[in-house]
């Protein structure tokens, strides 16, 4: 079974890449044909991330996670977003060593897509998430903030105790970078 985190900043494509990794995982483990049970997606990122809630909210994902051990596990962002948002939204350095050790028992891996460092491809996928969530403006940074902000995500994937994978996202679609991923956690 796969156990797969995809971390990172915001605009870098996670959600496209997790689904894509979805429907090849969904259809060739699903047991049932009655219900979607061949692969779970955990949408973690839910406005607890960066707040008083997320460590606690991790730790109950955590346990989901043990309990469901047996199947394939997709979840975007987790306690790394939770770490980054605290350090660049609240000034607050959190400790998720204890979380990792029980992940890695679990045997996650991250995956950590990246963007260029193009403000122009910012600005795109910026522009691109307002028209899909407008709702998304509320909370709105500057291109620059997204650079830092992934700078930070790699910093902390060098620290992690996970397994990780990080891989560039340029131009979306691009089937490469799924196959990459599913050749990577030794899918063929």
Sequence with gaps: MHHLIFEGAELTGKSWLMSQVYDHLEPKYNQNHKILDGCHWFNCDVGVYGSDHGQKVIEHYCQIFQE???RNLLVEKLHLSDLVYNRLLRKI???YYDLEKKLQDLNFKIILPIFPEDEALIKKRIADRIRLYPHYERILHQPGWYI???REFLKEIKKSLLPALVIEVGQLPDDN????ILDWIGEK
């Excluded at 970078?177 to 990459?180: A, G, I, M």
């Design 68 to 70: 469901l051990e047996g």
């Design 93 to 95: 350095e959190i400790d």
């Design 148 to 150: 830092m902000q992934q």
């Design 177 to 180: 970078l799924t196959r990459k």
